[in-house]
Antibody
Framework: QLQLQESGPGLVKPSETLSLTCTVS??????????WAWIRQAPGKGLEWIGS???????YYSPSLQSRVTMSVDTSKNQFSLKLTSVTASDTAVYFC??????????????WGQGTMVTVSS | EIVMTQSPVTLSVSPGERATLSCRAS??????LAWYQQKPGQPPRLLFS???ARAAGIPARFSGSGSGTEFTLTISSLQSEDFAVYYC?????????FGGGTKVEIK
């Protein structure tokens, strides 16, 4: 059973870069489950798609965040990563990584990490 | 980009009653719609993909319908564990987008 686990600093200073990693375990990182997503949720708010990355390295980002977001894949470590630059308090959120298991329509996310809370504060 | 709008924002329902949640897309998305349930402190749980294909382990009291721009999630007889926030999400094209959510609360 594929499992995802987010990791990274829980506190980031304003104007700095938020960096998170999602580690994939329990299954094939390079198999048919080839697209990986980051999604966030500000406190008390709804879900916001940040972007998705394919195993090939192709990326798709939210237009509202595109200028500040970079996603990458490290196949040697079974990980994919998120970098968000020039953060402000509005970037405070729980950040989830997610993907889709084989047999489910791609981009309907049935596998989620538990989420990691990131607070932007000095 | 496609905007997803959910209604109502809050739905107050008594246990055992039927709940009907709506999701509207600003452009046609065929059936490329997912529904999620989220409880406090937990990640979302996929209920449906393809608008109506129930995910593994989802009880039959949940049903999804619709295509094009109008979609519905129905819970036929609300159980205590169903009180949660529900989100729709399209995956018709990039960028993906979620609706704002509907909170189903106990009446």
């Amino acid at each position: 059973q594929l499992q995802l686990q987010e990791s990274g600093p829980g506190l980031v200073k304003p104007s700095e870069t938020l960096s998170l990693t999602c580690t994939v375990s329990g299954g094939s990182f390079s198999g048919s489950t080839s697209c990986w997503a980051w999604i966030r949720q500000a406190p008390g708010k709804g879900l916001e798609w940040i972007g998705s990355i394919y195993y090939s390295g192709d990326t798709y980002y939210s237009p509202s965040l595109q200028s500040r977001v970079t996603m990458s894949v490290d196949t040697s470590k079974n990980q994919f990563s998120l970098k968000l630059t020039s953060v402000t308090a509005s970037d405070t959120a729980v950040y989830f990584c997610a993907t889709t298991a084989p047999g489910v329509q791609e981009h309907a996310f049935d596998i989620w990490g538990q989420g990691t809370m990131v607070t932007v504060s000095s | 980009e496609i905007v997803m709008t959910q209604s109502p924002v809050t739905l107050s329902v008594s246990p055992g009653e039927r709940a009907t949640l709506s999701c509207r897309a600003s452009q046609t998305i065929s059936n490329t719609l997912a529904w999620y349930q989220q409880k406090p402190g937990q990640p979302p749980r996929l209920l449906f993909s393809g608008a109506s294909a129930r995910a593994a382990g989802i009880p039959a009291r949940f049903s999804g319908s619709g295509s094009g721009t109008e979609f519905t999630l129905t819970i036929s007889s609300l159980q205590s564990e169903d009180f949660a926030v529900y989100y729709c999400q399209h995956y018709n094209n990039w960028p993906l987008a979620f609706g704002g959510g509907t909170k189903v609360e106990i009446k």
